[in-house]
C-alpha cells in the first residue's frame, strides 16, 4: 500500500514520467500506467484507512475488581502482589492495568518496605491450609496422576505387611505427617523410580502421589530430605527384623547361601565430613557413605543393610550380620560368600570356629589369574 503510494505521488505530484517512475520503484512502464488509470477512475481501494479507537472507558472486569484493588493497596500492597492475590481469586488482569487503576485514583508511589512488612502484607493474604486427613482422603472418588501404576502395588504391600511393620516401629511421625505416611511416601519414590529425595519437588502437584501416601501430596523437599537425621539406627534394625520374619514365613529367604558387599555412594557435597573409600564407577577414592549389603542368593532379596559405618568398623560388620540373622531367623546362615578384603582373618576364624557357618571367599582378580590357575 505504501508502495502505490509513493509512485502515485511521483507521477501526479512531482509529474515524473512512467519510465522514471518505474525505474525508480523496480516495476514495469505497464504497471505504472495501469496504476494511474485506476487511480484516476476511482477503482483503487482507499489508501489512507480510517484509524480504530480503543474502548474510552475501562473492561467490566477492571471495574469489578477496582474496589479490590484500592482495597489491596490500602494495606501497603505493591502492584506485583495485587496481581498475585487477584491471580489466586481467579481475576486475570495485568500489572499495566492495576497501575493505570492507582494513577486515576490519585495514589502516590509505594514507599520503601522492610522485610518484615512485606512478610506481614503476603502473610495477610495467606490462604488456610489444605486438609491433610487421611479420613477426609478416603473419601475421594477420583484423582489425577502421572503414575497410576503405583497403585498396583497396593496389594503387595498390603500381603507382605508393611503397612503393620511402619506402624509396629519406632520411626518419627508428626501430627501433620504420622509415620505411617511418611514411610509411604518414601516407598512411592522408590517405586516410581525417583533417585534423588531432592526432587520430590516435581510432584507437589500430583495429587494421586499424594493419595497413595495418605496426604494430599508428598512432603516438602526439607521435610524428606531431613527424616533419616530423625530417627536413631535401632529403629532401622528393629524394621529390618520385622521384615525378614515376613520375609522368611514367604519363603522369599532361603539362608543357604548369603552374598555379602560393601558399596560405597559418593558425596557431592562441598563441605563433607565423611571419609574417602573406594568408588569402583569412578576409579578412585572419594568422599562417600560406605553401605553393607546383605542377599540371599536363591532368591536375591535383601536381608540387611548398614548405611552407618566407617573405615574402622567396616571389618566387624559380618558378625554383626551374622548376630542380626541369627535373632531373626533363629538360626546362623549355612554359608556365607563374600570378596576376601571384606574382613578379616581373625573374623574368619570367628566364623569357622565358634559359628561353625560356611563361607566362600572370591579372590581379587589379576592380569596372571588365568596363569595361575593353568599352573
Not at 482495597?71 to 500489572?95: G, M
Not at 500381603?159 to 501430627?175: C, H, P, Q, V
Not at 572419594?286 to 540387611?304: E, G, P
Request: charged share 25%; hydrophobic share 40%; proline share 4%.
Amino acid at each position: 500500500m505504501q508502495k502505490r503510494y509513493e509512485a502515485l505521488r511521483a507521477s501526479f505530484v512531482d509529474e515524473l514520467g512512467a519510465k522514471a517512475v518505474a525505474q525508480r520503484f523496480g516495476c514495469s512502464v505497464h504497471t505504472i500506467n495501469a496504476l494511474r488509470r485506476d487511480f484516476l477512475s476511482g477503482s483503487l481501494p482507499p489508501l489512507f484507512l480510517p484509524l480504530s479507537k480503543g474502548p474510552k472507558q475501562p473492561r467490566p472486569a477492571t471495574l469489578q475488581c477496582k474496589g479490590r484493588i484500592i482495597e489491596l493497596r490500602k494495606q501497603n500492597y505493591s502492584i506485583d502482589e495485587i496481581e498475585e492475590v487477584l491471580l489466586r481469586e481467579d481475576v486475570a488482569i495485568t500489572s499495566k492495568t492495576i497501575h493505570q487503576v492507582l494513577r486515576e485514583e490519585g495514589f502516590a508511589k509505594l514507599f520503601r518496605r522492610t522485610h518484615a512488612e512485606r512478610r506481614a502484607a503476603l502473610q495477610m493474604a495467606k490462604e488456610p491450609a489444605e486438609p491433610a486427613k487421611v479420613k477426609d482422603f478416603a473419601a475421594h472418588d477420583f484423582v489425577r496422576t502421572s503414575y497410576g501404576g503405583i497403585f498396583l502395588f497396593i496389594p503387595l504391600i498390603l500381603e507382605m505387611k508393611l503397612d503393620s511393620i511402619f506402624r509396629e516401629t519406632g520411626f518419627y511421625g508428626s501430627g501433620q505427617i504420622p509415620r505411617t505416611n511418611y514411610l509411604m511416601s518414601f516407598m512411592a519414590l522408590k517405586l516410581i523410580g525417583k533417585e534423588r529425595l531432592s526432587h520430590v519437588a516435581d510432584l507437589n502437584f500430583d495429587y494421586g502421589l499424594g493419595t497413595f501416601a495418605g496426604l494430599n501430596i508428598l512432603p516438602k523437599v526439607a521435610a524428606i530430605t531431613q527424616y533419616s537425621y530423625r530417627n536413631p539406627h535401632q529403629a532401622v534394625v528393629t524394621l529390618l527384623k520385622k521384615w525378614n520374619a515376613v520375609l522368611k514365613d514367604k519363603g522369599y529367604i532361603k539362608g543357604r547361601h548369603i552374598n555379602l558387599d560393601f558399596h560405597a555412594i559418593p558425596h557431592w557435597g562441598e563441605e563433607s565430613q565423611l571419609g574417602n573409600h573406594w568408588v569402583p564407577t569412578r576409579g578412585k577414592a572419594m568422599k562417600s557413605v560406605l553401605c553393607f549389603f546383605a542377599q540371599d542368593l536363591d532368591t536375591t532379596y535383601r536381608c540387611y543393610s548398614n548405611g552407618q559405618l566407617s573405615r574402622e568398623e567396616a571389618p566387624d560388620e559380618i558378625l554383626n550380620f551374622v548376630s542380626f540373622y541369627q535373632k531373626s531367623h533363629g538360626t546362623f546362615p549355612e554359608c556365607l560368600v563374600f570378596d576376601s578384603k571384606l574382613t578379616t582373618y581373625k573374623n574368619l576364624d570367628i566364623l569357622d570356629k565358634d559359628f561353625r557357618i560356611r563361607f566362600i571367599t572370591l579372590k581379587r582378580r589379576g592380569k596372571n589369574i588365568l596363569q595361575d590357575i593353568g599352573t
